[in-house]
């Protein structure tokens, strides 16, 4: 993470309500400064990341699911790549058959993901 001088993180700040957003009694818990509530997200703009406050942990659990989710569909899409690309370059019957299923497996675990994500989101609503 770059660290920013006190002048940077004031213009952010300063940015951030001249957008709209609000900011909040609750600070970050990496840098320590006020977040803000920027289109109904919580946000250190210091950190330029989002924040999720959390009380329980079960209630952990469902905040890092969707992080979880993601970094799981980015890995199995690089991934789906790779044996793409590598699929091109088979000659062999087997190799092309095993390649081809390692392929669908993945394809199934991104539509499991989407299937979690769906059933989280009808749940919330």
Same mark, same amino acid.
């Given at each position: 993470?770059?660290?920013?001088?006190?002048?940077?993180?004031?213009?952010?700040?300063?940015?951030?309500?001249?957008?709209?957003?609000?900011?909040?009694?609750?600070?970050?818990?990496?840098?320590?400064?006020?977040?803000?509530?920027?289109?109904?997200?919580?946000?250190?703009?210091?950190?330029?990341?989002? %924040? +999720? &406050?959390?009380?329980?942990?079960?209630?952990? #659990? @469902?905040?890092?699911?969707?992080?979880? =989710? !993601?970094?799981? $569909?980015? %890995? +199995? &899409?690089?991934?789906?790549?790779?044996?793409? #690309? @590598?699929?091109?370059?088979?000659?062999? =019957? !087997?190799?092309? $058959?095993?390649?081809?299923?390692?392929?669908?497996?993945?394809?199934?675990?991104?539509?499991?993901?989407?299937?979690?994500?769906?059933?989280?989101?009808?749940?919330?609503?």
């Amino acid at each position: 993470m770059v660290s920013l001088s006190k002048d940077d993180v004031v213009r952010r700040m300063s940015e951030a309500l001249k957008a709209g957003g609000k900011m909040l009694a609750h600070t970050c818990p990496v840098c320590g400064n006020p977040l803000f509530d920027i289109k109904g997200e919580m946000r250190c703009v210091a950190c330029d990341k989002p %924040v +999720v &406050v959390v009380r329980d942990q079960a209630e952990s #659990g @469902r905040a890092l699911l969707p992080i979880v =989710l !993601s970094s799981l $569909e980015g %890995v +199995v &899409v690089e991934k789906i790549d790779e044996l793409t #690309g @590598r699929l091109a370059g088979l000659v062999d =019957l !087997s190799e092309i $058959e095993e390649t081809a299923r390692t392929i669908d497996s993945l394809l199934s675990v991104l539509r499991k993901s989407e299937e979690i994500r769906t059933a989280v989101k009808q749940k919330e609503q």
